[in-house]
């Protein structure tokens, strides 16, 4: 398996956290985002859409940290990413999507770069946009993992899962621009909990051979 991604892409640490939960061995490839890498021929190739994660796995290419994870799960069934109840596959589908699909791109690097480029927002211009939609989509998962019995040591029983892996690299986004946590007590809690893990904590942006401070 050989993972293109690069350190502080929240896409790219879902899928090695996912990789490193099943146990897979897997090549990293470094695309720098901040260089431009994702723009070269080369990697346009392996990946059209110019963006990380890509992954190199039983002869196929895939892309979407999602559909990625949802492969290597249905590929390698253990340990299980999603519970096996129709209801609770939706729940958990549904808490990292609130990550995936509503926080995450509206974040995303390419997106915080048009609003610097073709806009001249200011660094601090740029906090307050990233913490406002973090703080949004925090308050929707607060309240939803904070109400629902389902909710264990972690986001769906005491497992890691799908809503673990999405979680986590958001909460990491938040730390790096200072969002106050206070307001989110079950999210500190699960992350926390996910944090003690190793298959989190070597997934880490810190602990990746293209980390840069």
């Known amino acids: 398996m050989k993972l293109y991604g690069y350190f502080r892409s929240s896409a790219a640490f879902r899928v090695r956290i996912a990789l490193n939960l099943k146990g897979l061995a897997y090549e990293q490839a470094a695309i720098h985002l901040r260089r431009n890498d994702q723009a070269q021929p080369e990697y346009r190739r392996v990946n059209p859409q110019g963006l990380v994660p890509a992954i190199e796995i039983d002869g196929l290419t895939l892309i979407q940290s999602l559909a990625i994870i949802e492969y290597l799960d249905e590929t390698h ?37 048009y609003l610097t480029h073709s806009f001249g927002r200011s660094e601090s211009d740029i906090g307050a946009w990233y913490n406002h939609w973090i703080d949004g989509g925090f308050q929707a998962l607060e309240g939803l993992l904070g109400s629902d019995p389902r ?63």
């Open 151 to 213: 909710t264990g040591l972690f986001c769906h029983g005491d497992q890691p899962g799908l809503a673990d892996i999405a979680l986590v690299p958001q909460v990491v986004n938040a730390e790096r621009y200072r969002l106050i946590m206070s307001p989110y007590p079950t999210i500190a809690r699960i992350f926390a909990e996910c944090m003690k893990l190793p298959a989190f904590e070597t997934a880490h942006p810190d602990n990746q051979p293209d980390h840069e401070p």
């Open 77 to 113: 069934p253990e340990p299980a990413l999603l519970p096996s109840a129709p209801a609770d596959r939706a729940r958990v589908r549904s808490l990292a999507e609130i990550v995936a699909c509503d926080i995450h791109p509206i974040n995303n690097l390419r997106v915080l770069r």
